[in-house]
């Protein structure tokens, strides 16, 4: 049986604002999805981008969830990759409120219902898990975005936590940044409660399915995602496991969570070779 993870009492919003949450959440979906398919082609880049970033705000805004960034307003690094520990599918809608990214995302996502066609729609890259000529094909897409100056974002766990520990990076997404010599920017994400304390609401992980978590989030009186931009990674001289221990180390300790433990078989990104096959999906 699914997990449904319960939002405690004194955050827990009444079922009239739920519901109201959840006929607003479906109709801005609707809505945006005819944007994407009637209006957005016609757009300059810097309109795409106002557009997107409105739209997610007022996405976070329906569901009652603020965005504190940690760290003074900076622009980022040009050729920029933004790497960031995974916890929620809001992940994409919280950097979207703030920064024009496009995602790389597993090829699940292209089914989800409105979410789907919506972020591919903005153009979200997708990975194809076990197809090596897929990743290999997406792994020079990815590159040459990055050429023209596209902002990327990924999630090198590869599946979503509660937030409370951090996964393995995997090495091989990080290939296509180390490809054209851009710059890394890790950041870290969490949510809390107005009170700044954990909260398990906005999670997608374990067993819940997707409506099941957007009813937990919709139930949930407000949710607070915390964000904050680490120190830049340059890549040249660099190894993708290097970037990935050190995006990895930078990550955890900004979220005062112990690094990822490593074994010492044979899987061991510390000891393996070095593979240069393309990567796995960046989400859950």
Same mark, same amino acid.
């Given at each position: 049986?699914?997990? =449904?993870?319960?939002?405690?009492?004194?955050?827990?919003?009444?079922?009239?604002?739920?519901?109201?949450?959840?006929?607003?959440?479906?109709?801005?979906?609707?809505?945006?999805?005819? %944007?994407?398919?009637?209006?957005?082609?016609?757009?300059?880049?810097?309109?795409?981008?106002?557009?997107?970033?409105?739209?997610?705000?007022?996405?976070?805004?329906?569901?009652?969830?603020?965005?504190?960034?940690?760290?003074?307003?900076?622009?980022?690094?040009?050729?920029?990759?933004?790497?960031?520990?995974?916890?929620?599918?809001?992940?994409?809608?919280?950097?979207?409120?703030?920064?024009?990214?496009?995602?790389?995302?597993?090829?699940? =996502?292209?089914?989800?219902?409105?979410?789907?066609?919506?972020?591919?729609?903005?153009?979200?890259?997708? %990975?194809?898990?076990?197809?090596?000529?897929?990743?290999?094909?997406?792994?020079?897409?990815?590159?040459?975005?990055?050429?023209?100056?596209?902002?990327?974002?990924?999630?090198?766990?590869?599946?979503?936590?509660?937030?409370?520990?951090?996964?393995?990076?995997?090495?091989?997404?990080?290939?296509?940044?180390?490809?054209?010599?851009?710059?890394?920017?890790?950041?870290?994400?969490?949510?809390?409660?107005?009170?700044?304390?954990?909260?398990?609401?906005?999670?997608?992980?374990?067993?819940?399915?997707?409506?099941?978590?957007?009813?937990?989030?919709?139930?949930?009186?407000?949710?607070?995602?915390?964000?904050?931009?680490?120190?830049?990674?340059?890549? =040249?001289?660099?190894?993708?496991?290097?970037?990935?221990?050190?995006?990895?180390?930078?990550?955890?300790?900004?979220?005062?969570?112990?690094?990822?433990?490593?074994?010492?078989?044979?899987?061991?990104?510390?000891?393996?070779?070095?593979?240069?096959?393309?990567?796995?999906?960046?989400?859950?």
């Amino acid at each position: 049986m699914a997990a =449904i993870h319960h939002t405690p009492g004194s955050n827990r919003a009444p079922i009239l604002v739920r519901v109201v949450r959840i006929t607003r959440l479906a109709l801005h979906l609707v809505h945006g999805l005819f %944007i994407v398919r009637l209006r957005y082609p016609g757009l300059s880049e810097g309109e795409q981008h106002e557009v997107k970033r409105l739209w997610f705000r007022k996405t976070l805004s329906i569901l009652s969830i603020s965005i504190r960034k940690q760290d003074p307003p900076r622009d980022l690094p040009e050729r920029c990759v933004l790497v960031l520990n995974h916890i929620s599918w809001l992940d994409m809608f919280v950097i979207g409120a703030s920064h024009p990214a496009t995602y790389i995302a597993k090829s699940e =996502i292209r089914g989800w219902p409105l979410i789907g066609p919506l972020v591919t729609g903005v153009g979200t890259l997708y %990975i194809e898990r076990g197809k090596r000529a897929g990743a290999l094909r997406a792994r020079q897409e990815i590159a040459e975005a990055i050429e023209r100056g596209v902002l990327i974002a990924f999630f090198p766990e590869g599946t979503t936590t509660y937030g409370r520990s951090l996964g393995r990076f995997h090495p091989a997404l990080f290939q296509p940044a180390l490809d054209v010599a851009a710059t890394l920017q890790p950041a870290a994400l969490r949510y809390v409660d107005d009170a700044g304390m954990h909260t398990d609401a906005a999670a997608y992980a374990g067993e819940s399915s997707f409506m099941e978590s957007i009813w937990t989030i919709a139930s949930t009186r407000s949710i607070v995602a915390e964000m904050r931009l680490l120190e830049p990674l340059p890549t =040249i001289g660099q190894t993708r496991r290097s970037l990935a221990e050190n995006a990895e180390a930078l990550i955890a300790a900004a979220l005062g969570l112990p690094a990822p433990q490593r074994t010492s078989g044979s899987g061991n990104p510390r000891t393996a070779p070095d593979r240069r096959g393309g990567p796995p999906a960046g989400s859950r």
